[in-house]
Each structure stands twice: as structure tokens, then as C-alpha cells.
């Protein structure tokens, strides 16, 4: 099950979600997606709403049994312990409530959301940042071939992980194509599925872990676990494609190569899982200083 919410639709947009969802009431969409329509379907409303707002809820397997995402709303989706809840901004006197939204940086609310921001990396020093290459978009039917995994301290770089992950498919040619890996790379050196489970759990341990598009790692991780019998004990994620969509306009996508341009960073050898898991943390490391 899936929930949007619109203001300032653009007509265009409108009609996206009306081929795909049911206009219950104005500017609410509700349905019943697969993971990977839903995906694109999301980026597609951030991609369009313009000077609108967008809010989706989805089912999903975790405590809650849902998850929140938003975009330029002044209510944000926040981890709290692994439980995602809406963080609603201070308002600080009756001239601070105004039916328009306030661009971040111009507030006093968006000055104590940065200030929260702040004090929660600070408590929370050490994070992994992840990401995965995979034989294609679909968490229910393709691999992981590789994983790469980050381990920050202190904004510091202090351990590094990559592996290769067997699998009984082939990889397709665009998929070689893309990243470099061949089936013979992943015959030669690949770890079976279950140990290169245990690998990841044991380098990420209680850790935050942080990604862009995040979910899409997790729900071909969780895959994995289901498949080798194991249970996932990672309870918090970040997504840095979020944190960039709220924080940079005008930009003509969202994919990680144009968003490490947009901080000159270099973007070469990207589509492999240790290089995109570098490019991630610097990009950040960015967005933690707008």
C-alpha cells in the first residue's frame, strides 16, 4: 500500500500519478505499487513538484510495518532509535506560521532543525556507509554481485570492505558493461551468499548505516537474509540522496555523478560499490556544511 500527497501538482505530474494510483481526494494518491514502480515514481514527483510539496507513506517490512518520505516540506521523516517519525518544525511565535513554505537556511525553525541535526551526528560519531551493484533494479528476482562498506569515525575514513558475492545468475552484458565485473571476477573470487552476509553484519554491527538510495541496498540485503536464513540486526539508515534533494535546487537529476560534480568531486570508476561508497561520503560531508 502506498499514500502520496501533492500540493502545486503540476498537470504533467497529475497525470503520472493517475496512471499508476487513485485521486481519493485532491492532491491524495493511493494504491498498490511493487517496490521498483514505486521507487520511480517517487523520483519522478521530486523531480517535478517544482515549488510544491510531496509527502508519500509505503508498507514496509520493518517495526512499523511503514515509512515516511518527504520532499520540500517542512516536516521531515527523522530516525529516532529505528523508528522513523515526522519532525515538525519549531515555531517560535504567531508571525513564524505562514501557509508558504520557508526555504531552509531563511527560518529560525530551519536554524533549530540544523542546530538538532548537529547535536545528533555528534552523538551518533561513528557511522558505515554502504552500497551494492547488483545484476539489475529488482530486489525480488536479481543479485548482489558486490558490496562495498565504509567505516567513518569522526567524519575520518578508519576501515574498508569489499567483496564480491556469488550468485547463480549471469550478469548481463550492460550490467558488465556498467560496472567492469564479469562472471568469471565472481566465479574466482566471490564469497557464497551466507558468509558474505555475516561479513557485512559483522563490519556494520550496531552502526548507523548511511547510503544514497539507500533502500534499494537494504531491500536487496534484506533479500539476501531471507534467502540464507538470517535475520538483518541493522536498525538505523540515513539516505544522502534525500539530504540532497532537500538541500540543492536546480539541479537536473538526482544521480550520484551529478550531484559530485555539482561539489567538483571526482567521478571517475563510479558503478563499482567501494568507489561509490567514497563518492557518498564526501558528498556528505557536503551537504553537512549547506
Known amino acids: ?40 515514481l517517487w523520483s519522478r514527483v521530486c523531480d517535478s513538484i517544482r515549488s510544491g510539496q510531496a509527502t508519500m507513506v509505503y508498507s514496509t517490512n520493518n517495526e512499523q510495518g511503514y515509512a515516511f518520505m518527504t520532499h520540500n516540506t517542512t516536516w521531515v521523516a ?26 531552509p537556511g531563511f527560518s529560525k525553525a530551519s536554524k533549530y532543525r540544523r542546530q538538532a541535526v548537529a547535536l545528533k551526528n555528534k552523538m551518533s560519531p561513528s557511522y558505515v556507509v554502504m552500497d551494492v551493484e547488483t545484476t539489475g533494479m529488482d530486489y525480488d528476482n536479481d543479485r548482489i554481485i558486490e558490496v562495498g562498506l565504509l567505516k567513518v569515525t569522526e567524519d575520518v575514513i578508519d576501515d574498508r570492505f569489499q567483496c564480491f558475492v556469488q550468485c547463480e545468475s549471469n ?39 548511511i547510503g544514497y538510495n539507500v533502500k534499494f541496498d537494504m531491500n536487496f540485503f534484506q533479500r539476501l537474509g531471507e534467502r540464507v536464513g538470517k535475520v538483518i540486526t541493522i536498525k538505523k539508515t540515513r539516505d544522502v540522496l534525500q539530504l540532497a534533494r532537500r538541500k540543492i535546487d536546480d539541479l537536473e537529476n538526482y ?32 551537504l553537512n556544511k549547506l
Open 78 to 103: 527523522t530516525d529516532y532509535e529505528g523508528i522513523t517519525l515526522m519532525k515538525k518544525p519549531f515555531v517560535l511565535n504567531s508571525d513564524a506560521v505562514n501557509s508558504s513554505l520557508l526555504k
Open 171 to 209: 550478469i548481463p552484458e550492460a550490467v558488465t558493461k556498467l560496472t567492469g565485473i564479469t562472471n568469471e571476477m565472481i566465479e574466482s573470487q566471490g564469497m557464497k551468499e551466507e558468509e558474505a552476509f555475516e561479513k557485512i553484519q559483522e563490519f556494520v554491527g550496531k552502526d548507523l548505516v
Open 1 to 40: 500500500m502506498i499514500v502520496i500527497s501533492v500540493t502545486n501538482c503540476p498537470p504533467g505530474l497529475r497525470g503520472d500519478l493517475s496512471k499508476w494510483l487513485s485521486e481519493v481526494n485532491t492532491g491524495v494518491y493511493i494504491g498498490k505499487l511493487s517496490a521498483k514502480v514505486r521507487d520511480e
Open 255 to 286: 544521480q550520484l555523478k551529478t550531484v559530485a560534480a555539482y561539489f567538483s568531486l571526482d567521478t571517475t570508476n563510479v558503478h563499482r560499490a567501494l568507489t561509490d561508497c567514497e563518492l557518498t561520503y564526501r558528498i556528505y560531508l557536503e
